[in-house]
């Protein structure tokens, strides 16, 4: 909503190859996906999850794409989850 028409349609317009860089991922990683997501088809959180080593993947219910609009809490919920548990993982406690 804050860009121009001419900056909306270059945004829409770009995509990005990731496929080859996925498997070189070595950090913990999260994938969470709306089932019904507006933007970007459920099926491609799946993919990136599954060719990401040790990814979690974590469908969340509901179509908006970004986090910050609808139910945020399913978002937040499973990140200060997964931060929690590789924080305690790096520092070897309980």
Known sequence: MAA????QEHLEAMSF????????????TL?????DDQLARFEAGQHYAR???G??????????H????GDCQSVLTPVLEFICQHDQTRTGAA
């Open 17 to 28: 190859d990731v496929q080859g860089a996925l498997a070189e991922i070595r950090t913990p």
């Open 51 to 53: 060719r990401i080593p």
């Open 55 to 64: 990814a979690r993947f974590v469908p969340l219910e509901g179509e908006p």
């Open 31 to 35: 994938v969470l996906h709306r089932r």
């Open 4 to 7: 121009t028409v001419e900056m």
């Open 66 to 69: 970004h986090p910050w609009i």
